[in-house]
């Protein structure tokens, strides 16, 4: 099998057994995103009931959650590996920074996969919800799991040079916030004032966000600028995770021998 | 001539830390052979582990070139890694996984054929098989090493790296880990090793490098090296009255020098020309001889007469 691939199926296979085994892991699938879902849809049915809002509460927490899985599942195994200090092990190997990272982003891919699963099958049996534009939909998670990447191998990158510790909680928190901001379930243009839109904007999941409610019709969006700001954020994380890990070759913090 | 595996030419590499300006390694040059067992002693700090993490790409020198197989270790680390390992006696291990769960997943990582074989024969050598469902980051500290040698040998790999391989082990468990090492040089491996145990470095190495201060101070076979820095046969004559011998050999052209305490006495000797002579005196001497022996130094002696001499300069 090709070297790439097999690499990118051996993180796999320790992500799920890991996943597997870890209960902590278990509740960011099983748990966390039926809360988040929950938590919006009470309120829902409190204000008043429409299957369309129901609907795009349903496909934000699961394009919210896959941005954080991707996110956290590229750079958490280099922190993981250090924090067991193993990670000499590891990079002693062939393994790349890339396939590492690829390995994580799919295993992302996978739990969002799930969790879309576990979403549309309790939004269908609780509220009726059926997805009708699956298309539509993919396309909008195929850019959040792009820019998501971007972020991820950045982080992974901060690790190599900065304290892996504080790169862990980015990685949980920096999703999370940009995920909020960049308008998962509202539009931006009606919640933030114009400066703070123009920033979001050059955010690639703010267009993302919109192709996914334009499912309900709720947003227009600009694909032209998707893919744009996608590449430039793709290209900024080569450039970032790159210059980082050079760094941290340097200094000494890429890995701690002894 | 024998082909080198690695190469260092001239490597220097430093680091600043709470504004102080530290050099780890200091030109250090030095080549390791097909089929060697080296070792690389020197104190905590001397910069043993800065040179293995240059070596394993996972540091880039200041200064200098580090080659492996010919090939660049800054550069070209991932072609390298896939014809070497390491195993470092600090290492840990991921959580969650059995020892031959994690095998598995370095087999993947090495894209190596064959995986259930390879895994049973390296828990096999390691002694590890009958472990193979438990969890290795519940193992002692012994059965700990000998899974990461077992990690390390997976790939087969031409050049091991053994940082420690033995430290805090068991008599027992460090003697079988030293078999294990002697196995793998007769399949042709290079190793080279960082230890504190000089014994072991006398038992195991082809050759040693002396490290002090980023410094490699000593380099070579442990015979040529103690003939270099012990230039002298030493005497040791244990007697009831020393200044009897002491009297009768003090003239002699190729004494060096001599110690004297109550009961002992250790001769220093130029060369071997007057061995025979010198015995034949000191037994004739009448001084209540109770024993007498050659003394040969051990690496032990070296090394803390080279750290030593070192510190003064």
């Known amino acids: ?258 | 001539m024998i082909k080198s595996v690695l190469t260092l030419h001239n490597i220097s590499k430093s680091f600043s830390t709470d504004g102080q300006h530290i050099k780890a390694v200091d030109s250090v040059t030095l080549n390791i052979g097909k089929g060697e067992i080296f070792g690389l002693l020197g104190p905590n700090g001397a910069g043993k582990t800065t040179l293995i993490s240059i070596l394993c790409g996972f540091l880039i020198p200041d200064t200098g070139r580090a080659e492996i197989f010919g090939m660049d270790c800054t550069k070209q680390s991932q072609k390298i890694h896939k014809r070497m390992n390491f195993a470092s006696g600090f290492s840990g291990i991921s959580e969650f996984f059995n020892a031959e769960e994690l095998l598995n997943f370095y087999c993947m990582v090495y894209n190596l054929d064959n995986r259930k074989k390879r895994i049973e024969t390296a828990l096999k050598l390691t002694g590890l098989y009958e472990h193979r469902k438990r969890r290795p980051s519940d193992f002692s500290s012994g059965l700990g090493r000998r899974f990461l040698i077992s990690k390390a040998i997976l790939n087969d790999p031409e050049l091991l790296l053994l940082d420690e391989p033995t430290v805090g082990l068991d008599v027992e468990s460090a003697g079988k880990l030293r078999l294990l090492i002697k196995d793998m040089k007769k399949q042709g491996k290079t190793i080279l090793l960082t230890t504190h145990n000089m014994r072991e470095a006398e038992e195991l190495c082809d050759r040693i490098g002396l490290i002090k201060d980023g410094k490699i101070i000593a380099c070579g076979k442990f015979q040529d090296l103690k003939k270099k820095f012990f230039p002298f046969e030493v005497i040791e004559v244990s007697c009831t009255e020393p200044k009897k011998i002491e009297k009768i050999i003090s003239k002699m052209k190729s004494i060096v020098r001599i110690e004297k305490s109550e009961t002992n006495l250790k001769l220093y000797i130029n060369g071997d020309s007057e061995l025979a002579k010198i015995f034949d005196a000191i037994i004739s001497s009448k001084a209540g001889i109770r024993s007498m022996n050659m003394v040969e130094p051990e690496l032990e002696d070296l090394y803390t007469k080279l750290m030593r001499v070192n510190k003064h300069e």
């Not at chain 1, 379930?185 to 004032?193: C, I, L, R, S």
């Open chain 1, 1 to 258: 099998m090709n070297e790439t691939i097999q690499q990118i199926m051996a993180v796999l296979y320790r992500n799920i057994i890991w996943s597997y085994r870890s209960p902590f892991r278990l509740a960011d699938v099983f748990i966390w995103p039926l809360l988040l879902l929950f938590t919006f849809t009470f309120f829902l049915l409190l204000v008043g009931y429409d299957v369309q809002y129901i609907g795009i509460i349903v496909l934000a927490v699961i394009a919210w959650k896959g941005m954080f899985f991707v996110t956290f599942e590229i750079s958490t195994i280099f922190v993981e590996e250090h924090w067991d200090d193993s990670l000499p092990n590891l990079l002693v190997s062939p393994i790349t920074a890339f396939t590492l990272a690829m390995g994580g982003a799919i295993t992302g891919l996978l739990k969002s996969l799930l969790v879309l699963i576990i979403c549309l099958a309790v939004s269908f049996l609780a509220y009726g919800f059926v997805l009708t534009d699956l298309l539509t939909f993919a396309i909008g998670i195929f850019f959040i799991f792009l820019s998501s990447f971007s972020i991820g191998f950045a982080l992974f990158g901060l690790a190599c040079c900065y304290d892996k510790r504080n790169i862990f909680t980015l990685g949980f928190v920096l999703p999370e916030v940009l995920g909020l901001l960049c308008g998962p379930y509202f539009n931006v243009e009606q919640v933030f004032p114009q400066w703070f839109v123009s920033i979001v904007n050059l955010f690639p999941m703010t267009h993302a966000f919109n192709v996914i409610k334009s499912v309900f019709g709720l947003a227009q969006p600009d694909y032209f600028m998707l893919i744009i700001t996608t590449v430039i954020w793709l290209g900024l994380s080569i450039v970032i995770h790159h210059t980082f890990y050079d760094m941290g070759r340097r200094k000494g913090t890429l890995v701690k021998v002894g």
